[in-house]
């Protein structure tokens, strides 16, 4: 694939600030978009600044439903459902708005208190009678993690460590006890929070029952965990701030599940058993509300098992499916029951080589008997009747619901590419599948209530953006928006390509992607510069905008460099073993990979194989810092962006399962030590890192940077205080300032 994006001498050049999130004419030379479009049942509405408009599904047409000025005319002047002890602000923009409700003309919004900072009101405002029909205050100050509930009208929320809900007056409920005096092991244990520190795609700490009834929680006890001392440099004296952080191979946080009973206020816990050493994950409901289901894994995360609860008692109800994997099992999603039939669920699995849809019945119980998935590595065992309902070398990346009267599933996948996201239905009885959109690009969608209809979300590298109403049936549908992309338009922009190479397996296709040089001249020799990330669930080529190229790497191209990404090994959307082949030496299959694509710039009669260089953050950053150290005559240049150094460092989550503990694997920690290789450091490295990064903390950079002085070589150093794993705003427009300034010094 090669894309010209454009050669036209008379068009502008670009700076920084023209293309890094923060500058300041970024947003002007992005394609616009059409924001605030959700679904009122199956009718689609758009959220703005002045009003909420419905749109014809088949025309596209919008009318107006509701105004911002009667909005807040019912706030001002209207009646309230109770005497409020505070004055509620008025409206700036409807565009956060949602309908929750198909069949209620009923609009919710969050608003602040105008007389109490932080504090914030639920409201429920009927457009067809123009006024407020509930409201409810959400007690204390800076409430956040909101989670509604539509069948009973409850929100959940946090404040601080502290889990609430609320649903009418000024006074809120909180579900866990309150701690009092110097507790000083409850003020460390956190409730209704995402656990496990976002790893097992674990992104919220609450869970509604289906009808309202029940709020499962999270309870993560982290007392026993040891603080990282981050420090905040803005005080007049600095100050610690303590950041519980478990490290590889040491004590971890313990988690339980509490279900809370909205009627009557009591709560209960799973009895899971001694939760040490565990994960607990993708917590889901029956549609009776009568059982909780758990995906349960043990600390080497090389065995899972679904287990079922009682959601009243809490009682274990049995294991309904188990599966072991000789490096590691990672689910990632709850089972969700099929909305035709409550005896029967899809649950995903890697099993058989790549994320697959299973259909579990369970009405039909087996007495489960152990088997080699098509990834023979792994074995499961199902105690219920399962059947596949995709299979491929490809993907399911999403499942977005259903059309129950179609009896069909609507997912997202990996199936016409893996560059690409489109969307399909899935007849459950028949297994067929039919695409939905465009078959070119990268898709997302919101599914109306019933499924009959979807909001298309599209972009390729030939198209910025275009929004459609689609049916569910394949068929063609309204487009809503389409865009134009400026920078194209009116900038001189570089040709990008996209193709394959092999990997250092000699066997593996690897995608890359290439970009030359603006107003490139075949005659020349030009330095190059590899953009790294290399690491897990992370993939840096889409048939997107640019084919995913960032605005930096337009710029570098901009300023006479060849810019190459390769996806290697050990990357996302290829399967699990092109996946997990780095278990337990992270950096060491990868590499090789990357060189294999610093190889291919050598072939390049256009590029000065003695010059490349190599930039990467986070996973990028270990991955530069180590083709620095382990291949110096091939890396010349590099810049390392809050870079992993020794993997012990390194939280226990997601660091044990790519490379089990220190203690297990005490050969593979020491083989992707890099202050071991400090040593070897013949080219130019510059370290930049967030003076309070919470991911990759300090230790990692500062402990290699004395190492480097005992071994006598010596990188660059560069921090940005106050800053976390990532730089943001105008601070990011200076960091890309800065690695640019450091390869035009030193490898040009």
Same mark, same amino acid.
Request: net charge negative; charged share 25%; hydrophobic share 35%.
């Given at each position: ?85 505070? /004055? ?174 909205? @009627? ?38 090389? /065995? ?171 068929? @063609? ?24 190479? @092999? ?196 230790? /990692? ?36 300032? /800065? ?10």
């Amino acid at each position: 694939m090669i894309a010209t994006i454009s050669s036209a001498q008379e068009k502008k050049t670009f700076t920084l600030n023209d293309v890094i999130p923060g500058g300041d004419n970024y947003f002007n030379l992005v394609p616009k978009s059409m924001p605030g479009l959700q679904w009122w049942g199956d009718i689609c509405v758009r959220t703005d600044i002045e009003n909420i408009k419905k749109i014809d599904t088949k025309s596209g047409k919008e009318s107006i439903l509701v105004t911002l000025e009667e909005v807040n005319e019912a706030l001002k002047n209207g009646k309230m459902p109770y005497k409020l002890t505070g /004055h509620i602000k008025p409206l700036r923009t409807l565009m956060a708005a949602s309908l929750p409700w198909g069949d209620r003309n009923v609009i919710t919004f969050t608003q602040y208190d105008d007389r109490t900072p932080g504090q914030k009101y639920m409201i429920w405002y009927d457009f067809s009678k123009k006024k407020i029909v509930n409201l409810f205050n959400l007690q204390g100050e800076g409430p956040t993690n909101f989670d509604f509930c539509k069948e009973n009208g409850y929100m959940a929320y946090t404040i601080g460590n502290d889990l609430y809900v609320a649903h009418e007056g000024d006074f809120s409920s909180m579900v866990n006890p309150k701690v009092t005096g110097n507790q000083q092991q409850e003020k460390d244990v956190v409730y209704g929070q995402a656990v496990h520190r976002n790893e097992f795609g674990i992104m919220k700490g609450t869970f509604w029952s289906p009808k309202g009834t029940y709020l499962a929680f999270y309870r993560m006890d982290q007392s026993m965990v040891t603080d990282y001392p981050q420090v905040n440099t803005t005080a007049r004296i600095a100050e610690l701030v303590p950041d519980k952080y478990p490290m590889a191979g040491m004590t971890s946080h313990k988690v339980t599940v509490g279900i809370y009973n909205v @009627k009557d206020g009591k709560t209960i816990y799973l009895q899971a058993g001694d939760p040490t050493d565990r994960y607990f994950t993708n917590i889901s409901w029956g549609p009776d509300e009568k059982s909780v289901f758990v995906i349960e894994l043990n600390r080497d995360q090389n /065995h899972a098992q679904l287990v079922q609860y009682d959601a009243v008692s809490g009682q274990k109800i049995g294991v309904l499916y188990e599966e072991k994997h000789t490096r590691y099992v990672e689910p990632q999603h709850p089972l969700i029951f099929l909305p035709w039939d409550d005896s029967q669920f899809i649950y995903r699995t890697q099993r058989d080589g790549f994320n697959h849809l299973y259909l579990m019945d369970t009405k039909t119980k087996l007495k489960g008997e152990w088997k080699t998935g098509k990834d023979s590595e792994d074995q499961y065992c199902e105690y219920l009747k399962t059947i596949p309902l995709t299979e491929g070398n490809w993907l399911v990346q999403d499942v977005l619901g259903f059309n129950a009267a179609r009896k069909e599933i609507i997912i997202a996948s990996t199936e016409i590419s893996p560059l690409q996201t489109n969307i399909f239905s899935l007849n459950v009885k028949n297994g067929k599948r039919t695409l939905i959109g465009m078959e070119d690009g990268t898709h997302q969608a919101k599914l109306s209530a019933s499924g009959t209809y979807l909001i298309d979300y599209f972009t390729s590298n030939n198209v910025p953006r275009e929004i459609s109403i689609l049916p569910t049936t394949g068929k @063609k549908g309204t487009t809503l928006f389409t865009a134009t992309d400026p920078l194209k338009e009116n900038y001189n922009l570089p040709e990008i390509t996209v193709g394959t190479i @092999k990997a250092a397996d000699g066997e593996t296709d690897l995608y890359y992607r290439l970009i030359k040089p603006v107003n490139f001249d075949p005659n020349k020799k030009y330095p190059a510069i590899i953009y790294v990330y290399g690491g897990p669930h992370a993939q840096m080529i889409h048939n997107t905008r640019f084919y995913d190229a960032r605005g930096w790497d337009l710029y570098m191209a901009q300023q006479g460099y060849v810019m190459l990404t390769v996806d290697n090994r050990g990357s996302d959307n290829r399967g699990i073993k092109f996946e997990n082949c780095t278990f337990r030496h992270l950096g060491t299959e990868e590499m090789k990979d990357q060189v294999q694509g610093a190889k291919f710039l050598q072939s390049l009669p256009y590029v000065d194989a003695d010059k490349i260089g190599v930039h990467g953050w986070s996973f990028g950053g270990f991955m530069t810092t180590n083709l620095m150290l382990t291949y110096p005559d091939i890396f010349k240049v590099g810049v390392a962006g809050g870079p992993v150094i020794d993997w012990q460092f390194y939280e226990v989550m997601y660091g044990e399962r790519y490379m089990d503990t220190p203690q297990a694997n005490p050969e593979g920690y020491k083989e992707s030590n890099l202050r071991l290789k400090a040593g070897n450091l013949k080219g130019r490295l510059e370290v930049i890192i967030g003076g309070m990064d919470p991911t990759c903390v300090p230790q /990692h950079s500062i402990s290699f940077l004395r190492a480097c002085i005992d071994a006598g070589t010596h990188p660059d150093f560069f921090i940005y205080p106050e800053d976390g794993h990532n730089m943001m705003g105008r601070d990011r427009v200076h960091l890309h300032e /800065h690695i640019t300034r450091y390869f035009l010094d030193h490898l040009k």
